[in-house]
């Protein structure tokens, strides 16, 4: 058993060294695909947790009509609430949106104390949003409730920021699984030529009754190392690249409003990703290789 | 024992290899099988070694019926009967020594057993001093006698050669008979594919002429056989 797999690592070892320029290639383009799949992996990490961020703060602000009477607005609360999409509905009274109006604008807000027994301000809800649902979706079916005269969100802006972010998190989802397919054809490739350069022996273990498995394990073993080969330098490249960016930015973008995904552990996570996909494109490339060129015989 | 009843090859292409071809081959003889270029003599073979499926007809070969074997048990066939085949030839990288132990290697045999099957081989081919010498250093007899040798390394109870004399000279030619011969003598049937009429005839044994896929002459004393 032991000498077994101490042959297959022999001959996956052998392939590799008796097509060093082949091997090279290949190993050279699985760690660019890899790299950009590390690149990708770490913008979307980082487009979630921003997108996550912002839609933690966004608040949408309901004004009350003031024809609706005091005993009313509970009903109209859990009207509010019950639209699909809405997190969570906090009342405020005309009283303390007055006192919230006046404490924005610090020292010298008390004088609009006057107004405090004429209060022209409205009652309002504070509502939340779902995350994954459209802030401008939630608002407009909020205004189409009897009762509220008015809806303020963020405004467009935010929302297209966010819509930006899904966009891009959708294109690189769609550009790191159209990769993988193409270093799957590369391995494939690589090992057909070892294939090919052993055909003599392949053919006489044939001959004398060696078994598939015992042909392809050294085959496929020497696809995996090639993966695991390649992904080493994208898995160093993004422990220390994301921590060298995160360290020049001081672990935020934009002024402090959008923090950076922590260093550690997540560019572990990215590494370990990296190299089973590694593992995966080296094993299923060969595979198809050897049950391709084995199979056409008896 | 051989037993082919009624055996048709068809390839894909449409060529028809063998005809309602049937034969026995019992334990322990040696039998020629001559005949022209396309005659069907490789395909005989390739379907006694489970390398192409008859088409019609079965080929039982010790009971076993080597058509209907499934993909995964053809090599565990495959170790019962050794072949020879031309386009096999020797590992050029490898000593003799290797090159035999190799048959063995890849079938999962221990070490020890190795060893000591490849030495007995290497007497039956009688090249124990050549042992540690590469292919190229030998001459086209001996490596012929080193393809053999392979072929019988896991002790087969059939042997099968095609044009095991294809490229040697008369001389050398005869030290391969009388190497298969001695083969035969410890028991194992032989089946020797050739077009090399000289050594029908000088060694006679029985003989088996091919024509379009058909047996034409079954002849148990052989010679004497001028197509
Ligand atoms: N794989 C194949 N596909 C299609 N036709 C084949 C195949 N192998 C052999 N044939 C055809 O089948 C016929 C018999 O071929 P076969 O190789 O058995 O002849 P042979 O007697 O061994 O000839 P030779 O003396 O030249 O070796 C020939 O017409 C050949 O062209
Ligand atoms: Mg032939």
């Known amino acids: 058993m032991f000498r077994r797999i101490g042959r297959a690592f ?19 383009t699985i760690s660019i695909t890899l790299a950009i799949l590390s690149i990708l992996g770490v913008l979307i990490a980082n487009i979630n947790q921003i997108t996550y961020d912002i839609e933690e703060e966004i608040q949408v602000f309901v004004k009350i009509d003031n024809d609706v009477e005091e005993k009313d607005i509970e009903e109209l609360q859990l009207k509010v609430s019950r639209i699909s999409g809405v997190a969570g509905v906090v009342y405020s009274d ?30 309002a809800f504070i509502v939340s949003v779902s995350t994954g649902f459209s802030i401008s979706e939630v608002s407009k079916q909020i205004g189409t409730l009897d009762g509220i005269a008015e809806v303020n969100f963020g405004g467009f802006a935010i929302e297209n920021f966010i819509c930006l972010l899904g966009g891009i998190r959708k294109a690189g989802l769609v550009l790191a699984l159209a990769i993988i397919p193409l270093a799957i054809y590369l391995i494939y490739n690589t090992i057909k030529i070892t294939i090919h350069s052993r055909r003599e022996e392949i053919g006489i273990m044939r001959l004398v009754g060696a078994t598939n498995s015992y042909i392809r394990i050294p085959l496929v073993l020497e696809g995996i190392f090639i993966g695991i080969i390649g992904a080493i330098l994208p898995c160093v490249g993004t422990v220390f690249g994301y921590q060298y960016f995160y360290e020049q930015m001081n672990g935020q973008l934009i002024s402090g409003i959008l923090k950076l995904v922590d260093v550690f552990p997540f560019t572990l996570y990215v590494s370990a990703i990296l190299l089973a996909v590694g593992v995966f494109v080296g094993l299923i ?9 084995l199979r056409w015989k008896r | 024992m051989i037993v082919l009843e009624n055996v048709s090859k068809i390839y894909k292409n449409g060529t028809k290899a063998l005809n309602d071809f049937s034969l026995e081959i019992q334990d322990g003889e040696f039998v020629y099988i001559i005949g022209e270029t396309g005659s069907g003599k490789s395909t005989l073979i390739k379907l006694l070694n489970g390398e192409e499926i008859p088409t019609k007809g079965r ?24 072949v020879v085949f ?5 590992l050029k990288n490898k000593t003799v020594f290797d090159n035999i132990a190799f048959a063995l290697e ?122």
């Not at chain 1, 006192?99 to 209060?119: A, K, L, M, V």
């Open chain 1, 94 to 123: 005309a009283d303390s949106e007055l006192t919230y109006f006046i404490e924005q604008y610090g020292e010298s807000g008390s004088i609009f104390e006057i107004y405090r027994d004429d209060n022209p301000l409205s009652r």
């Open chain 2, 86 to 90: 031309q386009d096999y030839q020797l």
């Open chain 1, 285 to 293: 490339g060969s595979w198809w290789s050897a049950t391709r060129s």
């Open chain 2, 106 to 227: 890849v079938i999962n045999k221990s070490k020890e057993e190795v060893r000591k099957r490849v030495k007995e081989v290497l007497e039956i081919i009688d090249l124990a001093n050549e042992f540690n010498s590469y292919p190229t250093e030998l001459s086209g007899g001996q490596q012929q006698r080193v393809v053999i040798g392979r072929a019988i390394a896991n002790n087969p109870s059939i042997l099968i050669c095609d044009e095991p004399t294809g490229n040697l000279d008369p001389r050398h030619s005869k030290e391969i008979i009388e190497l298969l011969e001695k083969i035969n003598r410890s028991g194992t049937t032989i089946i020797v594919v050739t077009h090399d009429y000289v050594l029908v005839d000088t060694y006679k044994k029985r003989t088996i002429l091919l024509d379009n896929g058909s047996i034409v002459s079954d002849d148990s004393e052989g010679g004497y056989i001028h197509v």
């Open chain 2, 59 to 82: 080929v039982l070969v010790n009971g076993t019926n080597v058509g209907r074997l499934r993909f995964g048990k053809v090599p565990l066939y495959r170790r019962k009967i050794g």
């Open chain 1, 10 to 28: 022999k001959e996956a070892w052998w392939g590799i060294r008796h097509h060093r320029a082949m091997v090279f290639s290949t190993v050279v």
